[in-house]
């Protein structure tokens, strides 16, 4: 756990989207929402019965009837914190009531199963780091009956020293974000952020109120004066502060931030020190709230097995005389490593050819993950990469350079107006399937794809395979026949030679001694024919 004490901040932008609405109007709250045109690119308005919500702006939303996966797309700055807010009230408009279940995801990572209700609405909440210029917010189809919509949609930029001990490569979901000693809801614009402050569950705790109307200094998390007036105290000075707090992810890390301050001015005698506990882990932290002056202790805790709840003490110290007191808090779950989601040169060469293709320019987010979308596959290489494209149908005229994308190996274009396919696909280094049928295509499918055993589907086009030329051994048969010919003329000229010095004798076996071979080889012309003679006459050839 880290104690921090710091300074005030100051304002930062928001944009708040009206799913469903028409946008242009202000709330009870001051806050100023804008139609949803241009953040998603398909879906349906649907209005709620006025005689179940006519509050602004919860009596709208978008429902995502056809495709698994439907985005909004907010700008953003990289390396930026944003809190998200997603808001859900299903309020029957469809009358059937079956409030939806599906789920929830930002960029390329998953954020919670979203569980609506009849006649309540839900919030999730998560702090993010923006990897890109953009983050998209996606509804997950999980149930084929379940049609996906969603009510409102807020982004607000954070401060860069805000929740400082969140990790870059992770996000936090918000479980409790709580005001101590009150029944009011703290939001905007008392929080210039935007984040929404209920009030705590009942509890047997005493409701106290400061005698001051604002901080003269607070925390880098900045919580709202409204929410630190208030705090709930124990009876006695002897007395802890046990507070439980249900989990519902039971095995992820927890973030939890504690906020204090002194309500009124102690005299000398008074003393108000407690130590905390965090599910009965002792961090070690010892706190005297200063007054009128915001105190923060932060911190992560990793829940143990089958830990359901996260229990929270604040016992008094040994030479405390005052019970310790406190103002709000604030619980998450951290999330998994964030994902970098998939190569950016494949969501480029995607985005080329959705853009050109009616039925596939709807899509947007993420292509692999969480969940690839319905026409493609991926593997699970970090970034993820696209293997497959399944575009059969999609009224494809031609396709744009897409070489980046090198671990594709299926391509099915089946039944689209193409007219010619482009070189760079036959390029392709791990491509194993094409089917390219039922396009008007006219050219040539180069050797290359016969020598790679690509298969090939080019039933219904113009596509002329060239088969791959065989290896000619013509110049090897004809050298060979020109050898063997000499040979055997060589052959039938020595066997000639012999029967005409010999006569009519009948030759049996040739032999020679080493010795006249050697006489043969160092003698001279006459040396030769003697040796011959005499060989002869030796018996050197045998009838």
Avoid at 360 to 385: E, H, K, M, T
Avoid at 466 to 494: D, N, Q, R, T
Wanted: charged share 20%.
């Amino acid at each position: 756990m880290i104690f921090n004490q710091a300074y005030s901040q100051s304002e930062y932008g928001y944009l708040n989207v009206d799913c469903g609405g028409d946008g242009g109007s202000i709330d009870d709250n001051n806050i100023r929402w804008s139609a949803d045109y241009g953040f998603a690119k398909q879906g349906y308005k649907k209005t709620i019965d006025k005689s179940i919500n006519d509050n602004y702006p919860m009596k709208t939303l978008r429902e995502f009837p056809y495709m698994n996966k439907n985005c909004y797309i907010l700008p953003a700055f990289i390396q930026q914190k944003y809190l998200l807010r997603a808001g859900f009230f299903y309020g029957n408009y469809d009358g059937l009531s079956r409030p939806p279940i599906f789920d929830l995801q930002f960029d390329a990572n998953s954020w919670t199963t979203v569980f609506t209700s009849n006649d309540q609405p839900v919030f999730y909440e998560a702090v993010i780091i923006a990897k890109w210029h953009n983050i998209s917010v996606c509804l997950q189809r999980t149930r084929q009956d379940d049609v996906p919509f969603i009510s409102t949609l807020q982004i607000m930029q954070l401060l860069p020293g805000m929740y400082t001990n969140m990790k870059n490569d992770h996000a936090l979901f918000k479980e409790y974000r709580l005001n101590f000693g009150s029944n009011q809801t703290v939001s905007y614009p008392d929080d210039k952020y935007g984040r929404i402050w209920e009030p705590a569950p009942k509890n047997n705790y005493k409701d106290i109120t400061a005698d001051f109307q604002t901080l003269l200094s607070t925390v880098n998390d900045d919580p709202p004066n409204a929410a630190m007036r208030t705090a709930i105290q124990s009876e006695s000075p002897s007395d802890p502060i046990l507070l439980s707090f249900n989990l519902t992810e039971f095995a992820r890390p927890l973030y939890i931030a504690l906020y204090f301050t002194e309500v009124s001015k102690l005299n000398p005698r008074q003393n108000r020190t407690f130590d905390i506990y965090i599910s009965g882990q002792d961090f070690n932290l010892q706190l005297s709230p200063v007054y009128q002056k915001c105190n923060e202790v932060h911190g992560y805790v990793v829940p143990t097995p089958g830990m359901s709840k996260i229990i929270l003490s604040l016992v008094p110290s040994e030479n405390s005389n005052m019970p310790p007191i406190l103002n709000a808090m604030e619980l998450f779950t951290v999330s998994e490593t964030v994902s970098s989601g998939t190569a950016p040169q494949d969501v480029f060469g995607l985005g080329l050819i959705t853009h050109f293709s009616s039925r596939l320019s709807q899509w947007s987010g993420d292509p692999c993950l969480p969940v690839p979308f319905d026409w493609i596959a991926c593997n699970q290489d970090n970034p993820s990469r696209i293997t497959a494209l399944y575009l059969a149908n999609s009224d494809i005229l031609f396709i744009s350079n897409i070489s980046d994308m090198q671990a594709l190996q299926i391509i099915d274009l089946q039944n689209n107006s193409l007219l010619s396919v482009p070189s760079f696909i036959w390029d392709l280094p791990n491509l194993k399937s094409i089917n390219l049928a039922y396009n008007d295509i006219r050219g040539t499918v180069p050797e290359s794809i016969v020598e790679r055993e690509v298969s090939l589907n080019i039933t219904g086009t113009n596509l002329i395979v060239i088969e791959p030329k065989k290896k000619s051994h013509k110049g090897l048969i004809i050298g060979l026949s020109v050898a063997a010919g000499i040979a055997l003329i060589g052959i039938a000229a020595f066997v000639f030679i012999c029967i005409c010095r010999n006569g009519e004798r009948k030759v049996s076996t040739v032999e020679i001694s080493n010795q006249t071979v050697t006489d043969t080889v160092n003698g001279s012309e006459e040396q030769l024919n003697n040796n011959v003679n005499d060989t002869t006459g030796e018996a050197g050839i045998r009838a």
